[in-house]
């Protein structure tokens, strides 16, 4: 059966660089170690199923470089392996305290299968989850793309060399690790300004992905809306999100992840359990947080204390009457589309990949099922990725996007706010000092020391930029601890970069943080000088 419009599917696998080799258990940690059990492994078995079962997925992967940089970190391997193993202990437990509560057991079980399967996968691949990705994109299953390095908000960096560091920076990051040229290029929080077209071409990027605003309030604004792609001034592809399709999948509040049978995110065992029970669960601190079981279901408008136990088969099936649904609206929308508009659209659904799995546990089925039902219905819709539809497409229509991003109310509120605006004229300053230095060596003939600590100071730099820090601040989860990250960072550099200029650069603090902050290997600080003018 012929297509009558495409979809394209963009899961957004980020996390901020956080690795503290000097501690046995650090806290932020656990926010990569649960990615991984609950999101990045669900999701290759996913696709590694449909694979087997002749579907191609046909949908994109956005892989940041700090993720990136994590997966491939072999300290930070050693304690996901004792994190997983530690949970298959306290499942082992929950498994003979469960016994005999079928309706609890079961909820176990589940669990003890979503570890095992982790440990199995980590065993496979000895650890490195980044060869499976590889495999699925060079059999042509997947196509993976990557962000700026540290995943800044790249409107909010006001010096140019600032804009290409991170671009470029991500170029190289994306080819060390995947042994291609990167086409695409997801931008951090869909934030988008002219200025990021000029670096993404310099660097080689093709294709990047735009709030739908950016399209719509262009001016003047296509008569195609979303559903198609179009292509900047100087020849950078533009896809557009779609917000309707979005909105279904990631709002809790109007989308499918609020459904009363899905399980609970906020109740959890380390909140609930006995305290000496969970004890030698917990962290060095001994304080109650949260261990990843959790036994209830959303059940509705209640108190945490209300909630009604999970029921996983009937989260499974209410998983496929939302398969079904989404489905059936792609294809009253792709109708009204042609009908209306006489094209033969492409939807573009772009969606943080922790919330398949992660936040909304039931995620990486409903993905499959959506895939699964496309071929067994044979519907007359298909997923493509976005090189695939460049390829195809007629040549996209000229357009000037309009300055956006998909943050709250559309623009930088987010990122700039009386929360976090403090940490900016630091960063600004730093970034001043960092252009400055490299200006002032970039010709020299350095001293391997002088060289690596100019490579770090660059490290450094990139790492206060991260859009995480200003937004966790905002939101007010782990905020402490985020402004420290900018604080450090900011400090690091500018140590670094006074030792350089007064030549005594502190040999054992310049071998810590290499141990610490260690992605980017090929990085050359020369990236932050300015163009020469003549």
């Known amino acids: 059966m012929s297509s009558k419009g495409s979809l394209i599917f963009l899961l957004h696998a980020h996390l901020p660089y956080v690795n503290h080799p000097e501690h046995t258990d650090f806290l932020e940690e656990n926010w990569f170690f649960e990615g991984v059990v609950e999101t990045y492994i669900p999701l290759i078995s996913v696709l590694d199923r449909l694979v087997r079962d002749g579907i191609r997925p046909g949908i994109a992967i956005s892989v940041s470089p700090t993720l990136g940089a994590m997966l491939e970190n072999e300290q930070l ?29 079961k909820i176990v079980r589940l669990y003890a299968r979503l570890y095992e399967e982790a440990a199995a996968m980590i065993h496979k ?66 934030a988008y300004d002219p200025r990021v077209q000029t670096y993404l071409k310099l660097s080689g990027f093709e294709y990047i992905f735009t709030e739908s605003h950016a399209v719509n309030f262009a001016d003047p604004a296509p008569g195609t809306g979303v559903y198609a792609s179009y292509r900047t001034q100087n020849g950078i592809n533009i896809f557009a999100r779609d917000a309707d399709s979005s909105r279904e999948v990631w709002s809790a509040k109007f989308g499918y992840p609020g459904d009363p049978s ?78 209306s508009k006489g094209i033969r659209p492409v939807i573009v659904g772009c969606y943080d990949a922790e919330l398949f799995g992660h936040w909304w546990f039931e995620g990486p089925a409903f993905l499959e099922s959506v895939l699964r039902k496309i071929r067994a219905d044979r ?113 690091n550099a500018a140590r670094l970069l006074s030792e350089v200029l007064e030549r005594c650069v502190d040999e054992k603090f310049l071998g810590d943080l290499e141990k610490k902050n260690n992605l980017f290997h090929r990085l050359d600080f020369r990236l932050f000088a300015s163009v020469s003018k003549f």
Request: glycine share 4%.
């Open 262 to 339: 899905y399980r609970e995110f906020y109740r959890d065992m380390g909140y609930d359990a006995d305290y000496d029970y969970i004890k030698p669960y917990l962290s060095a601190d001994g304080l109650r947080r949260s261990l990843g079981l959790k036994y209830h279901r959303i059940t509705g408008e209640v108190d945490l204390s209300k909630k009604l136990y999970y029921d996983p088969d009937e989260a499974m099936a209410t998983v496929e009457r939302h398969a079904a649904d989404f489905l059936d609206r792609r294809m009253r929308q792709v109708e009204e589309l042609h009908s």
């Open 77 to 105: 391997e050693k304690k996901l392996a004792r994190y997983i193993d530690s949970r298959l202990e306290l499942i082992e437990k929950e498994l003979l305290r469960t016994e005999n509560d079928p309706v609890l057991s």
């Open 125 to 190: 691949y000895s650890g490195d989850l980044i060869t499976p990705l590889k495999q699925l994109q060079h059999a042509g299953h997947i196509e993976i793309i990557t962000t700026s390095a540290t995943h800044a908000v790249l409107p909010l960096l006001a010096h140019p060399e600032a804009l290409r560091a991170q671009i470029a920076a991500a170029a190289d990051d994306y080819f060390d690790r995947f042994n291609i040229k990167a086409s695409g290029f997801w931008l951090p929080e869909c």
């Open 379 to 491: 519907l007359p819709l298909q997923f493509v990725t976005p090189g695939e539809y460049l390829n195809s497409c007629h040549e996209p229509a000229g357009l000037n996007p309009q300055i956006s991003s998909w943050g709250e109310n559309g623009y930088f509120d987010p990122w700039v706010n009386e929360t976090n605006d403090a940490i900016y004229p630091r960063v600004l300053d730093l970034t001043d000092r960092m252009i400055e230095t490299a200006n002032r060596f970039r010709s020299q003939d350095l001293s391997s020391v002088t060289l690596r600590a100019l490579n770090q100071a660059a490290r450094e730099v990139l790492l206060a930029q991260s859009s995480d820090w200003p937004f966790l601040m905002y939101i007010g989860s782990h905020s402490q601890y985020a402004a420290s990250r900018v604080d450090g960072h900011a400090a």
